[in-house]
């Protein structure tokens, strides 16, 4: 009985330090898009209000969903998000030319190496959520219609940069509201457990 309470709690505190793991990699990438954001726009001499609407075709996680599923939905999301910011790196690299390596190229691959560490650190916590393997959502339905015209090019790799920032932004919200649900989780479980033992 004693090791199956240690071991419920190790798996806790598991929960606990991948999910600040996680918020702080959110917020160190939110952080360095928008001075990616910020280098770009400088660059290119674009307004803030160049470029809306979204790219990224899965939803924000609504306050209506259980904890695993605002985990899917942020990780499709930034599943999504570093598939385009490949295709942005290759098609600046290749229209725009490559080999460069100034401040804006290193921000970038900067926000690109943080961004797959926010995707594994979500895979972590969606595995200690479920207890199995994370399948990769389906990138269907993922805007991939990368524009000819060179000014429509830079306004494309400049959305691309700002949908990272927005979902990054989103992520550090989600997983502020995940701990209070863990412990309800948890508490409920707890309670079930007892009142199946007074039963007995």
Known sequence: MAGRRTRNINGADVRRSTLARASGIAE????????????????????????????????????????????????????????????????????????????????RKMVKERLSLLILSIGELLKAADGTAVLTPSLEGLELNIPVNLFELKVWVYRIFKEVDYWSKTTITALKDLPSVTVKEGVRTTRARDRRSTRR
Do not use: M
């Open 28 to 107: 160190q990438l939110h952080y360095e898009c928008s001075t990616l954001l910020e280098l770009f726009r400088k660059r290119e001499s674009f307004p803030e209000d160049v470029a809306d609407g979204r790219l990224v075709s899965t939803p924000p996680p609504s306050s209506q969903l259980d904890a695993r599923d605002k985990l899917w939905c942020i990780h499709s999301a930034l599943l999504q998000c570093q598939n385009l910011l490949e295709k942005a790196t290759a098609k600046e690299e290749e229209e725009l030319g490559g080999g460069r390596k100034g401040e804006y190229e290193n921000q």
